[in-house]
């Protein structure tokens, strides 16, 4: 008997062993996965498949700068030598890119590129092109340039931004601080950030927010994925408090822009001319209970009208300060971005319908979307 209970006790130490090598090899195996065949890393196998494609974008434009501060010119001298003049001077700025395709179109960022007079592209094995600007749209923030020369790197990979999800691996590259070849690495922290909520009013952006480090130098540089394919352009970094979050123009997005630039060398954004504010049944019940209030809001969610803009589409067509815009095209409005988008939909000169509470009353009107102005 006592024999049983030993050999029993044995056997059960041996399958508690077995046990614990399987869950140590699965472990193993799965660290393993990140580690290709020369043991390096997914990452080193990522930016093997982009890094190539990657570019440092130099750029020169002629401003004017006073000679002499008057404040400090010697009123003798200002006798002698007449009013400071204006000399010109050469303010430079740099950024990054990724090429798009075997022509060498390379994507970047509108504000490294934007009212500048030359151009020079550095490719990834150090040679230096000059390159042209096709098109830049500011309300993205995103632009086109051509490499002038024949020869250049290969082009990188376009990921579709769509099947992103939160946790997903999120690698940067650019030349940061024009240090080149710089990689980072993080994760997508969030998806269809709202870039007005960071205070760029003039913006229409969903962005991609990562922890992946993106500083100055990195704008216009892709962010991709651990496949090696670009899922973004990283645009812009958050400063001062929460510091440390960067993000980046969903690659769907940049595909449909620089086809719209190479085409036509523009972007046409419909415009209606309203200026928007979310309402939401709490805020107009406070409103409402406020003595000094002069008008009664719906208690409900919409995108309320806070002004009309002189002469633009939504004065035209009748709207006011105070309307309710609660369906656009029969897409229900919750709040002002659901708006934005549908406007973002329409077509230029065709009858867009809203429909608007008004006094309590709910009227429908017929509005046609015209170009956004100030950007062609």
Not at 46 to 71: H, S, W, Y
Not at 118 to 142: H, P, Q, R, W
Not at 155 to 171: K, Q, R, T
Request: charged share 20%; net charge negative.
């Amino acid at each position: 008997m006592k024999f049983l209970k030993i050999k029993c006790k044995n056997l059960i130490n041996l399958f508690i062993i077995f046990v614990f090598c399987l869950i140590n090899l699965s472990q193993q195996t799965e660290a393993f996965a990140l580690i290709s065949s020369e043991n390096h890393n997914f990452v080193s196998s990522a930016v093997k498949n982009v890094g190539p494609a990657v570019v440092k974008i130099d750029t020169e434009r002629l401003v004017e700068r006073q000679q002499f501060d008057p404040t400090l010119l010697d009123p003798l001298l200002r006798d002698l030598l007449g009013e400071p003049g204006i000399a010109p001077g050469k303010e430079r700025g740099q950024g990054s890119g990724v090429i798009i395709n075997e022509n060498g179109l390379v994507l970047t960022n509108a504000h490294v590129v934007e009212k500048v007079d030359d151009v020079s592209v550095t490719l990834a094995d150090g040679t230096i092109c000059d390159g042209e600007v096709l098109g830049t749209d500011l309300v993205t923030d995103l632009a086109l340039v051509k490499i002038q020369e024949s020869t250049y790197s290969n082009f990188a990979p376009l990921g579709n931004s769509e099947d992103l999800e939160v946790g997903d691996w999120a690698i940067a590259l650019g030349t940061p601080y024009g240090l080149e070849k710089t990689v980072t690495l993080g994760i997508v922290s969030s998806l269809h950030r709202d870039i007005n909520s960071l205070g760029f009013s003039d913006k229409r952006l969903d962005l991609i927010q990562t922890d992946a480090a993106i500083n100055p130098g990195n704008s216009g540089g892709p962010l991709i994925n651990s496949n090696g394919e670009v899922i973004g352009i990283n645009t812009l970094v958050r400063s001062g408090p929460g510091a440390g979050l960067g993000f980046a123009i969903p690659i769907n997005l940049a595909k449909n822009v620089s086809d719209q630039l190479l085409k036509n060398g523009e972007v046409i954004h419909p415009y209606l001319g309203v200026q928007l504010v979310s309402l939401s049944p709490k805020i107009a019940k406070e409103h409402n209970q406020d003595p000094n209030s002069l008008v009664q809001l719906p208690e409900r969610n919409g995108a309320l009208i806070q002004s009309v803009i002189p002469n633009s589409p939504a004065e035209k067509a009748g709207l006011r300060r105070g309307d309710l815009v609660i369906a656009a095209e029969n897409v229900s409005i919750e709040e002002p971005k659901t708006l934005l988008d549908e406007v973002e939909k329409a077509k230029i000169g065709k009858v867009f319908l809203l429909d608007v509470l008004r006094d309590n009353k709910e009227i429908k009107i017929n509005i046609k979307p015209e170009p956004l102005p100030g950007l062609t």
